[in-house]
């Protein structure tokens, strides 16, 4: 048993048999062709659950692998993780647009391929059936906790979606001021208020979402007001969207999990 | 950037000039890359006309930079200088920077394809002198990562459970 089967399709030999051997460490089952032509051909025989992708190889290039095999009823379901040294955000968008689940750039470090290779090929099957890339949680149980997984967070956006950096980076600033202030808050308040914030990355948008537990109404308004604090591109629209959403939906008990908070962003 | 200094860069930028310039023959519009010293700053080095800032892997991560240092027969193959997570905190490649999209029926395809084999052949000809060198490439990265993880699984499995 393996961990999965990973197609690497890369024009230099020994980065892709260095990449085979990582692979092997992480009990991946790999194989390497050299070039995009032959990656097509090997993604329809083979089966792979996952392709790493180059995008400059010598006769078809990278872009055209992954659009061919996501256009093939055949292949489409393959998860692509396209790996290059191109790194202006033309490239990201270029390589979502023709439809890949990951864009890393070179030089990469092994743990982050093994990484994103697990989120692919491990959440597959709800990829396919929720359209799910991938979901990022917040716990807010210590401020210092809570900075290193907007960090991951940023970079899990960087790596899954083709939004711009100044937008990630303006999504991580909102989050850590959010933070901030609802520390404070608990800090001093007496309600011992638990909250998860979730992020879910699809194909082609971006959805952010509070849950609480045993929100009384007096903590719900606060919330509220924490996150109507300032104009940020983020708690703005949650804001505003927690009231059209409250008002459609008034919560029948104030003890049952809620959906608090609802943001969306689409990419394309 | 890690512990990059002047001095490790200056041996990088040396080791592909020697290489990509037989016989020292630096353009005079490349002058500078050839006469940089190991006691200026990194900054004035990272300042110089020729020096692209990269964007960064993460947002809101350091970025690396990449200089136009070219070759005798083509002038805009670089050099590029990276942060990386692991120790020595940087990694330096070669973009040779040679990927022109061309229909199939174009005359000039053959040409390309001959001048991209040659660049290749300079990029992997400088990484190995890199290495030779101690100087940190994404390749040597790989291969001291994958014997690392080697020697772990080696020490785990000969542990006394």
């Known amino acids: 048993m393996t961990a999965g089967r990973v197609l690497i399709v890369e024009d230099e030999p020994i980065i892709g048999e260095l990449l085979c051997e990582v692979l092997y460490l992480y009990e991946y089952e790999s194989r390497c062709v050299l070039s995009g032509a032959a990656g097509i051909v090997e993604a329809r025989n083979w089966a792979p659950d996952a392709i790493i992708l180059d995008l400059m190889l010598p006769d078809v290039d990278g872009y055209e692998v992954c659009r061919t095999l996501k256009n093939d009823p055949r292949t489409q379901g393959i998860a692509i993780l396209i790996l290059t040294g191109m790194l202006a955000h033309s490239d990201r968008v270029r390589g979502f647009r023709v439809g890949c689940d990951r864009f890393l750039t070179k030089p990469f470090q092994p743990d982050e391929v093994v990484r994103e290779l697990h989120s692919m090929i491990g959440d597959r099957q709800q990829t396919l059936l929720t359209g799910i890339r991938r979901s990022i949680f917040f716990d807010f149980i210590t401020p210092v906790d809570f900075a290193r997984q907007i960090r991951v967070y940023q970079g899990d956006l960087f790596r899954a979606t083709p939004l711009p950096t100044d937008t990630i980076e303006g999504f991580g600033k909102c989050l850590s001021a959010f933070g901030e202030r609802f520390f404070a808050w608990r800090g001093k308040s007496d309600v011992d208020l638990r909250i998860q914030l979730v992020c879910r990355i699809y194909r082609d948008r971006l959805e952010h979402a509070i849950h609480a537990d045993s929100l009384s109404k007096d903590a719900r308004n606060t919330l509220l007001e924490l996150l109507g604090e300032g104009d940020t591109p983020v708690a703005a629209p949650l804001a505003k969207v927690l009231s059209t959403h409250q008002a459609m939906h008034p919560p029948s008990h104030e003890t049952a999990p809620l959906i608090l908070a609802y943001h969306f962003a689409g990419f394309e | ?161």
């Not at chain 2, 016989?23 to 990194?42: H, K, W």
């Not at chain 2, 061309?102 to 000039?108: G, I």
């Not at chain 2, 040409?111 to 060198?133: P, Y």
């Open chain 2, 1 to 161: 950037m890690g512990d990059l200094t002047a001095s490790l860069f200056v041996e990088a930028i040396r080791a592909f000039l020697g290489l990509a310039y037989s016989g020292g023959r630096v353009p005079e519009n490349r002058r500078q890359f050839a006469t940089l010293r190991e006691d200026q700053s990194l900054e004035s080095i990272f300042g110089m006309t020729g020096v692209e800032k990269l964007p960064p892997k993460v947002p809101g991560g350091p970025h690396g930079y990449s200089f136009r240092v070219g070759n005798a027969w083509y002038p805009h193959m670089k050099i590029t200088v990276q942060p990386y997570d692991f120790p020595p905190g940087f990694v330096f490649g070669v973009d040779t920077h040679d990927h022109f999209k061309l229909p199939a029926n174009s005359p000039e395809v053959e040409g390309v394809r001959e001048l991209q084999a040659k660049n290749l052949e300079l990029a992997r000809q400088v990484e190995d002198a890199w290495m030779t060198r101690g100087l940190p490439t994404l390749r040597g990265l790989l291969e001291r990562y994958i014997e690392h993880a080697r020697h772990s699984a080696g020490r785990r499995e000969g542990q006394a459970p």
